[in-house]
């Protein structure tokens, strides 16, 4: 694996699970689980090294895929273009590109889609997306565009044998007009080619089991990979839970308002919360995680070695 930029065995920052001693071997891989990683394209050029150190660690656990956000209005699309292809050549992992109806004709959607399939870019995450400003924003279909997300997987999939994931909503999606509506909508996304669906995070795990369920009973058979986002800064994930309609539960709230400043301790928390939340979705037979890293590698490497999911280098530490 070409590791760009660092020595993974000479510079790695301490590793907290590995001084506190861990519940699990470290043999490389946990039977039967399968990780994937989200990153966004970095704003500032300041932000590309520690971007590229934290692909690298994540990608060092080998993941099933690691995935390049696309941003609001289509705004990231070249970056989102360079950076999906950089990933998949300089760490040696499978790379999924991002693609929204937002912004684009169908044409040219077609041709960004056609240039990945040429470039070995095989994966993509269809998705509505969301206006320039926001989930928020109202949305208005453009007349010669994919309207939803259902018609860009038609698209794709008639282009190329894409592997296609979709987005899922466990508490509903909020502009649906109820949660049937939101289902019916999934069940056609699947029906017209995803591969599976990956849910908007959650912390409520009942609600994502009984989502499961659901989609069960609505004949939708392809696997619905839970969402994991370890709490980096509470406040953003409050605004950012609003948005997009996400409960975050009272318990989790007064422990973070309890701790305050303390950084350490609301790192521990966050780490707890969402190792928590992973082995409790580990019971119900879960056995994929799509983790919203939001650039930083730290918090889900250190859950996914909680889960047995180390690097073959740390392996032999
Ligand atoms: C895993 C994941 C990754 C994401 N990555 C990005 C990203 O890279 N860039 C970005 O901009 N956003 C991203 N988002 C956010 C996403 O774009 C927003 O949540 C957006 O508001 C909906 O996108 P969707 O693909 O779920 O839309 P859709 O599946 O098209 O659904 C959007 C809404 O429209 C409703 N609907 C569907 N069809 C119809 C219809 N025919 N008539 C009326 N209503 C209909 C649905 O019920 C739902 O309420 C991501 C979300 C997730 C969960």
Redesign the pocket.
Known sequence: MNMPGRNMIGEQPPHPSRNAGTRTERSGRAPNLAVSF?F?PPRQAEAVPAFWEAAADLAALSPRFV????????STRDQ?RDLVREIQARCSVPAAA?????GGARAEIDAIADAYWQAGIHRI??????PAGG?GAG?QPLADGY????S?VEGLARLHPFDI?????PE??????DSQ??L???K??VDAGATRA????FFDTDCFKRFLDRTARAGINVPIVP?ILPIRNFAKVLAMADG?GTHIPAELRARFDALGEDAEGRRQLAFETALKQCEALRRTGVDHF?F?TLNQADLARDICAELGLVSPLEGYR
């Open positions: 989200e966004f995935s390049v956000t696309y941003g609001a209005g289509g989102t991002h693609l929204t109806c937002v995450v269809a998705l509505r997306g969301d989930i949305y309207a939803y997300a259902d860009l994931s979709v987005a899922a909503y509903t999606h909020p502009q649906a007009a509506a939101d019916d909508h999934l056609r996304k990956i849910t908007q995070f969402g997009c799509h919203y």
